[in-house]
């Protein structure tokens, strides 16, 4: 069986149609009425020219009140180039004071888009011309009540300072061999670690460990920075406990104290994202630090060079 609505909506549209009306009403009567006014969008008339400017010439645009405006999109093109960062699209609180201001430069024969969210209650567009007098020139500036995606821009097209861009940052993570997540690691300059060299069972075995005459010596290799994520000393059947320090250079970064009957092997690991970087050039050492012994001692040094 029809049954007839119970609400019928009607939509009414200015002459320029930049404007709607959405009416929605109660067939029945019984219900309130609801109207909704849903500006499409505008060009801004105020803060757009197709006029040529000459040599170092200047174009401001008016303040526009964008309190109600949701996306703003600016087209710029012209035969020859701005002035160092003379595209501007300046933000105010009052329509006349300039807080802030987003600013680009515009090369020879280039067309860009720049979109905006609105900053502050009114906004303009300023563009001031480089050392040529431009032959054709246009700034469409378009505002709309509902956003749109940036500018589109093909995958093979190189990517330049001057694109429209948003900020994302975000922290980069891999599951390593245990199926734990780790943070990715940079270096002491902000460089991300890729393909390293493994340092893995650097064996050094001698006899009198002192505190003058360290056994272990590995030199980091020019153009490299070693980072160590652990050392082992191996286990002994016949050795009484002692203490021993890795070092580098002469800075004491790390200790082990071996168990009194020496059987055990001991491991001194560091967590993944953290382990002790050493510069090209230093001597990693080791040597025992609570006296000398003519007793022999295995070490083992685990790492991975960098390039640098």
């Not at 020139?137 to 948003?166: C, G, L, P």
């Not at 893995?200 to 153009?223: F, I, Q």
Request: proline fraction near 3%; charged fraction near 20%.
């Amino acid at each position: 069986m029809f049954e007839f609505p119970k609400y019928i909506w009607s939509k009414i549209t200015n002459a320029d149609n930049d404007k709607t009306v959405d009416i929605i009403s109660d067939v029945h009567g019984t219900d309130r009425l609801a109207v909704s006014i849903r500006p499409l969008g505008e060009v801004d008339t105020g803060n757009s020219t197709t006029t040529p400017l000459g040599i170092s010439g200047v174009y401001t645009g008016t303040w526009h009140d964008v309190i109600d405006a949701i996306h703003i999109a600016v087209l710029v093109t012209s035969d020859v180039a701005s002035s160092t960062d003379g595209v501007r699209v300046e933000w105010s609180s009052d329509g006349s004071t300039v807080l802030d201001a987003d600013a680009f430069n515009l090369d020879a024969g280039a067309t860009k888009i720049w979109t905006f969210g609105p900053h502050t209650k009114y906004y303009r567009v300023k563009y001031t011309n480089g050392t040529s007098a431009q032959s054709t020139f246009e700034i469409s500036s378009i505002i709309k009540t509902a956003y749109q995606k940036s500018s589109s821009h093909r995958v093979q097209e190189t990517i330049s300072n001057e694109d429209d861009a948003e900020l994302v940052k975000a922290v980069l993570t891999g599951e390593d061999s245990d199926g734990v997540f780790q943070n990715v690691r940079v270096n002491s300059s902000g460089e991300l670690l890729t393909t390293v060299a493994k340092v893995s069972n650097v064996v050094h075995e001698y006899d009198g460990w002192d505190a003058t005459s360290p056994k272990l010596s590995y030199t980091v290799p020019a153009g490299k920075v070693l980072w160590i994520t652990g050392w082992n000393i191996a286990a002994r059947s016949d050795a009484a406990g002692h203490t021993f320090a890795l070092k580098s250079g002469s800075t004491e970064f790390s200790w082990i104290t071996v168990n009194n009957d020496g059987t055990t092997s001991i491991l001194r690991s560091y967590p993944a994202n953290s382990p002790f970087e050493v510069a090209a050039g230093v001597v990693v050492t080791c040597a025992r630090i609570d006296g000398s012994t003519t007793e022999e001692w295995s070490v083992e040094l685990d790492g991975y060079l960098e390039d640098v």
